[in-house]
């Protein structure tokens, strides 16, 4: 692909037929996976600043998810003592926490709730190092659970974060990849959008 047709190519990703930015639902629900691939490629990786200290409300883009629970989730990040010994950095830190799957434009609901979430499936989130297995898009960051803490029965996951505009902190798009046998097998695209400030610090 020439440069021409790529720099051709990049709005039609990140606007709507209208030519108006895509909004969190829009990006879930409207946008094709086409569409969400070319931000995955020429997306900028977020600041861990705009990241830490935060908690994202997300949306798997399958709509399939709802039906096993997890159409809709919170993603948080922080700073704090390092859950791996090993690992890349400079590097932040995250969690999921589950929420009620409800309507995809009803409020984000922590589960069990608010006051107390549950906080599980931890991750290291830095920069891709360019040569390793976890490259596949080094424009992005990413989010790495085996160096997350969880054990031996933790997530076999990595994630692929990117900001969908670059002047927009906000907004984010994300692909998930299962590590099954030192395989990196693509599962679903996701959408973050921040919610609000936290103070947790692992």
Known sequence: MSSSTALAERPK???TPAGDRYDWLGV???????????????GVAPKFD????????GGNTPPIYRLIGIRKFVKGFFEGPARSAKGPEPFIQGYNIPAKNDADDAPHQLEPSKENPKRFGFYRVHRVVEGS????????LLLD???GGNG???PPL???????YPDDPDLLLGKAYLNILGLRIPTNYFVLERLHEHSFRG
């Open 158 to 164: 990595r994630d692929y974060v990117v900001q969908v």
């Open 50 to 57: 705009d990241l830490a200290g935060w908690e994202f409300r």
């Open 145 to 147: 659970y085996s160096l």
């Open 13 to 15: 990703a990140a606007l």
């Open 28 to 42: 879930l629900r409207d946008m094709s996976n086409g569409q969400r691939e070319l931000i995955m490629r020429n």
């Open 133 to 140: 297995r976890d490259d596949k898009y080094p424009n992005a």
């Open 152 to 154: 031996l029965f933790g």
